[in-house]
């Protein structure tokens, strides 16, 4: 999961293997979270993302949970593929008063292996 | 597709030059970020700008200025480089309402030397 530090953290899994990447986010107020992904010499892309009004959300092979008591935020990947290699970031925002400004978690490297 | 372009992949620029990064976006959104990207410090906000010549500082402003002339670009200018200054940034964009995601450009790699 995340922490604070220069060190990010990592996972690595082998190919078909779930993956669950771990976020603990800053502000109780945060109603909206981004999961992107990053790949070596790219810009972030978005993955999914979801409400405060919901604790699950599903995509293509992805699953966002919320728990906002413990303000806690995961992405699992199902049949994780080597093209998920990549470092992966979880991003808050407040959208009553932050214009939709996105606040980044350090991010987590995840390797997959053939 | 949202469509966000940074000017340049990769510069290299000497200590005290005044630099300009340029981004355009083409999908009409109001919201345009500059963020800057270090190793295990994730990405963190410069400036942002919610409509044309309007800015906001954000995280971590100093030694960086901004101009938005024209809706859809978005320049991030250092006036006086430093060493410091080398990283990554990452120009993104949104729309003001609703709830939607940010999206990136490629990024400009800046060394200062």
């Known amino acids: 999961g995340e922490s604070v530090g220069l060190h990010l953290p990592t996972l690595s899994v082998q190919e078909g293997d779930n993956s669950i990447i771990n976020c603990a986010y800053s502000?109780?107020?945060?109603?909206?979270f981004i999961w992107y992904k990053q790949e070596s010499g790219k810009g972030p892309q978005f993955i999914i993302d979801i409400r405060s009004n919901m604790d699950k959300r599903q995509g293509q092979r992805v699953t966002v949970l919320l728990n906002k008591t413990v303000k806690h935020l995961s992405l699992q990947i199902a049949a994780t593929q080597p093209g998920d290699s990549a470092v992966y970031f979880c991003a808050e925002n407040e959208r009553g008063t932050s214009y939709g400004k996105l606040t980044f978690g350090q991010g987590t490297i995840l390797t997959v292996h053939p | 597709d949202v469509k966000v372009t940074q000017s340049s992949r990769y510069l290299v620029k000497r200590t005290g030059e005044k630099v300009f990064l340029e981004c355009v976006q083409d999908?009409?959104?109001?919201?345009m970020f500059w963020y800057r990207q270090d190793p295990g410090l994730g990405l963190r906000l410069i400036y942002f700008s919610y409509d044309v010549k309007m800015k906001e500082k954000g995280d971590i402003p100093e030694g960086y200025s901004v101009s938005r002339e024209k809706k859809e670009r978005f320049s991030l200018i250092l006036e006086s480089a430093s060493t410091n200054q080398t990283s990554m940034y990452l120009c993104?964009?949104?729309?003001?309402?609703?709830?939607?995601?940010?999206?990136f450009g490629q990024g400009t790699r800046l060394t200062v030397v």
């Open positions: 993104a964009s949104s729309w003001i309402v609703g709830y939607t995601e940010a999206f």
């Open positions: 999908m009409d959104h109001e919201n």
């Open positions: 502000n109780s107020a945060s109603d909206y």
